[in-house]
């Protein structure tokens, strides 16, 4: 009777196997989306179907280490709308400017008064967890940025994560700031930005390359684990015009694609001319699938794409 039983065990569970553990690991996609004042109730309604996290820029740190925000009636509306549809909200925060930034963290009074500003925020709002976005700041405040995010976690206890620069191949006087060393003990979870490999800071070239950006994530796995570790990818892409770039949407990338026999790069992403002296590298869908495949086959935690309304 009991060899029946578990004859019938193995039978049911090959029949209905138990998919909890696949859904509890299923990847997250995030998403950016800039706060501006024509986003409309029915847009926000169609685009939390599209993202299990939606990060909401606006939020900003003065050299004061105050907090200025986005309208309240906006974040009601978005509060209610991702409550209906079970996406979890995260305020990105950011300095006004690198120089507020430098004084906050050079100033201990300034970077409590900043960590409790964070966490009233989060608290008063019912955001379970922040998202901090600081960047362009010298490499030699990268411990600093520690002290403050331990000053953070004593007033808060929610979710911290932050988008990183990438190690390799992105000037260093950027991305020495974003010590993994000193930040994987302190956040939840970091958002890899493999974007701007080529932008305004250089020549022509490729907003991303796939290649560049698993040798990324490789060296970021050697600080944090791949559960912790989200790969940021880019809806956008550049059209240089001489030196000048000039940032192209995905969704208007591809249209002009269409209409001017656009091959692809190496880099995953879209190549084609324009004018007599226009040229454009465009991180199209096909690139983000290229760039998700990476991510899942590092079983990472999942993708962020910056921005919400650039997608094809």
């Known amino acids: 009777m009991k060899q029946l039983f578990c004859q019938l065990l193995i039978f049911l569970l090959i029949l209905f196997p138990d998919n909890s553990h696949s859904r509890a690991n299923k990847a997250a996609t995030w998403g950016y989306l800039v706060h501006t004042d024509n986003l409309s109730e029915a847009y926000l309604q169609s685009i939390t179907i599209r993202f299990s996290v939606i990060c909401i ?3 900003k ?3 004061n280490g105050r907090m200025t925000a986005p309208p309240g009636q906006f974040l009601h509306t978005i509060k209610v709308i991702a409550g209906k549809k079970g996406v979890t909200l995260y305020p990105v925060i950011s300095f006004v400017s690198t120089g507020a930034g430098s004084r906050i963290l050079s100033d201990e009074q300034a970077r409590k008064r900043a960590a409790r500003a964070i966490a009233v925020l989060a608290v008063n709002n019912g955001f379970p967890g922040i998202h901090l976005d600081f960047e362009y700041l010298r490499p030699e405040y990268a411990k600093r940025l520690g002290l403050f995010l331990g000053d953070l976690r004593k007033e808060y206890r929610g979710s911290i994560t932050m988008a990183v ?3 390799i191949g992105f000037p260093a006087k950027w991305s020495g700031f974003h010590d993994l060393s000193v930040l994987s ?3 939840d979870a970091v958002v890899l930005m493999c974007y701007d ?3 305004s800071h250089t020549g022509p070239g490729p907003v991303t390359d796939v290649t560049w950006a698993e040798n990324n994530i490789a060296y970021a796995l050697s600080y944090i684990k791949p559960g912790r570790l989200l790969l940021g990818m880019p809806a956008y892409g550049y059209r240089w015009c001489g030196e000048r770039a000039t940032a192209l949407s995905s969704r208007k990338g591809a249209k002009q694609a269409a209409q001017r026999n656009a091959r692809r790069d ?6 084609f ?3 007599n002296s226009c040229i454009t590298y465009l991180s199209d869908r096909h690139t983000l699938t290229l760039l998700k495949s990476i991510a899942d086959r590092y079983g990472l935690a999942g993708t962020a794409v ?7």
Do not use: A, C, N, Q
């Open 266 to 271: 190496p880099s995953g992403t879209l190549f």
């Open 306 to 312: 910056w921005r919400i309304g650039f997608e094809e």
């Open 197 to 199: 490999l080529h932008g």
């Open 165 to 167: 620069f990438p190690s």
């Open 273 to 275: 001319k324009s004018g």
């Open 61 to 63: 740190l003065g050299e």
């Open 185 to 187: 003990p302190l956040v």
């Open 57 to 59: 820029t606006g939020f």
